[in-house]
């Protein structure tokens, strides 16, 4: 192994091959769960660099993670223990974050490290947008690694995170090593020209194929959420419909590039907060946007009472650093953070411990009108709706809410931007409330499910022993997509994972799918499909063996197909 390690340190310099527990720390760890042992973290700063990183870990048969902002929810880009074939290089993207707009904007190219942050920065002076605009684009997550877990968004009109155009390489089962180009880009024949030419955007206009019978995003997503009838929920991540080479790969291949469409900004938007204690009357909200407006609305988030407790008292600390020092900071406080809980003299979750306190300090930083509404409502809904829709949704609200049952409100630019961020922060709230309440709490139990599109009764009430189980059930989401993160933060002694099981057979019971957009990493089993795209696409099974729960042998522990290829 220290013939590896010195071939990867010719390749990318010393100072970027980490292998000291404290060094690996933080990329071994996952955001909310998961974590394991890795030989080395190594972190090209090319492609061409990525692409001899991969032949010799591949050569010397070791497994192989590739990781990007190491965001993700499930801990599918971090190793999960230290049982894996040859031991595990974790290939670190961050340092190759750069884009190509081609196009005139309408697409953009990016490499494996880009950020959605980066990407919503360079798009921004054309009137664009990327597929995300908040959420995942607040806390460094990359585009690739969206592209990868077909990941969702809070937007509406454009689905999951897909394209059909990439660059990326598979080993082969003789444990070959072939760059793919389905990017739409003429680049030429070899690897290191082809990586090159990529690396520094030496390619013309002329280069870039039209590629109109290829998509760069789910153009079927805006018939196929409308369709509210249907059984089947709009989006999740084993769906077949968006499992395509690089889409959905999660880790099988090692991706290059990905080919994308932007989106015009919207102008002249407005937000409406929506508060009831009725949830038959989103229910009725919901079906009367995607059944019978003519436009879809551009985006529609589900937020619960006890979601938006815990977000106001755990994620204030995030909420106020997003909207005072703006997200291309953030990257570098996460790394700040997960450096400073490696330190060897402090206990877990100190940083989180820390900022706490620091939340406390700061003044309020929602507005009064949130505020009653929190008290007055149990459900919050923020409806972001076009311009030409807008007439129409004034009068569907003014008359579901002429009884006195519920109420909304039209927000200014400013309050909108305060309710969509603190929406999003509940996303980390729950892990903020684990850190501080160690003695409390077991551990989190965190799903993301995907409801039909045609259910009505889309609250869960937990049974009367599992509600006991659990300290806060938070409930927030993408309402109109009827895709919900449910956080479950279960009491000292539970046991999470038949917690976790028995929340499994009544979502089994009610049609819905699981995860939805956080993809399987180590937390759920890979369905039948989606095992069989990634033995596919894998068929070594030396990129990221074991995600979904399947096996981690080489060939799938299929003895034969090893011996005949030994």
């Not at 955007?201 to 805006?222: I, M, N, P, Q």
Request: some cysteine; aromatic content about 8%; overall charge negative.
């Amino acid at each position: 192994m220290n013939a590896l390690i010195g071939t990867l340190r010719a390749i990318v310099g010393s100072r970027h091959v980490l292998t000291g527990a404290q060094a690996t720390a933080r990329y071994r760890h996952g955001y909310r769960t998961g974590s394991g042992e890795a030989l080395a973290v190594v972190r090209p700063g090319s492609l061409i660099e990525q692409w001899r990183v991969v032949q010799a870990c591949v050569a010397a048969d070791v497994s192989i993670i590739m990781q990007a902002s190491n965001t993700g929810l499930t801990g599918g880009s971090t190793p999960d223990g230290d049982d894996y074939p040859g031991g595990c290089v974790i290939i670190s993207t961050t340092r190759i974050d750069w884009l190509h707009l081609v196009r005139n904007g309408a697409q953009v190219i990016c490499l494996p490290g880009t950020t959605l942050y980066a990407l919503e920065k360079a798009l921004a002076p054309l009137g664009r947008e990327p597929h995300s605009v908040i959420g995942s684009s607040c806390f460094g997550a990359s585009v690739v690694g969206g592209v990868c877990n077909n990941s969702g968004g809070s937007l509406v009109q454009r689905g999951p995170a897909y394209t059909q155009l990439s660059l990326y390489a598979v080993v082969d089962a003789d444990g070959g090593l072939r760059l793919v180009n389905h990017l739409g880009v003429a680049l030429g024949n070899d690897p290191e020209e082809m990586l090159r030419r990529l690396d520094s955007g030496d390619f013309t206009e002329s280069d870039v194929d039209v590629a109109t019978d290829r998509w760069a995003h789910d153009h079927a997503y805006a018939d196929h959420v409308r369709d509210i009838d249907s059984s089947t929920p709009a989006r999740f991540n084993a769906d077949s419909r968006c499992l395509f080479e690089a889409a959905g790969s999660a880790g099988k291949l090692i991706v290059f590039a990905v080919r994308l469409d932007s989106f015009a900004k919207e102008e002249g938007a407005a937000t409406f907060y929506i508060g009831t204690n009725d949830p038959a009357q989103l229910t009725a909200i919901r079906r009367a946007l995607l059944g019978d407006f003519a436009s879809l609305p551009i985006a529609g988030e589900y937020m619960h009472r006890d979601a938006f407790d815990i977000a106001d008292r755990y994620g204030k600390d995030m909420f106020v650093a997003i909207e005072r020092l703006g997200t291309d900071r953030l990257p570098s406080l996460f790394a700040l953070k997960s450096r400073m809980d490696a330190l060897p003299f402090v206990g877990d979750g100190f940083s989180d411990r820390m900022m706490q306190r620091i939340g406390r300090l700061l003044p309020d930083h929602l507005p009064p009108q949130m505020r009653d509404y929190r008290d007055r409502f149990e459900h919050h809904l923020l409806l972001k709706m076009p311009h030409a829709s807008l007439v129409e949704t004034r009068a569907l609200l003014a008359s579901l809410f002429d009884t006195g049952e519920g109420a909304y409100f039209e927000c200014t630019p400013e309050l909108a931007a305060k309710a969509f961020l603190h929406r999003f922060v509940a996303a980390g709230a729950a892990v903020r409330y684990r850190a501080v309440h160690r003695e409390e709490v077991e551990d989190i139990v965190p799903l993301d499910v995907a409801l039909p599109r045609n259910i009505l009764d889309w609250q869960e009430i937990l049974p009367p022993d599992l509600a006991e189980q659990s300290i806060h059930s938070l409930y927030y989401g993408h309402f109109l997509c009827h895709v919900f993160h449910q956080d479950y933060i279960v009491r000292k002694g539970v046991d999470p994972l038949a917690f976790e099981h028995r929340i499994w057979a009544l979502l089994d019971e009610r049609g819905a799918e699981y995860p939805a957009e956080h993809n399987v990493g180590h937390l759920y089993k890979a369905k039948p499909a989606l095992e069989g795209f990634y033995r596919q696409i894998d068929p070594r099974n030396q990129c990221n063996p074991g995600i979904g729960q399947t096996a981690r042998a080489r060939y799938w522990g299929d003895e034969q197909k090893e011996t005949a290829r030994s």
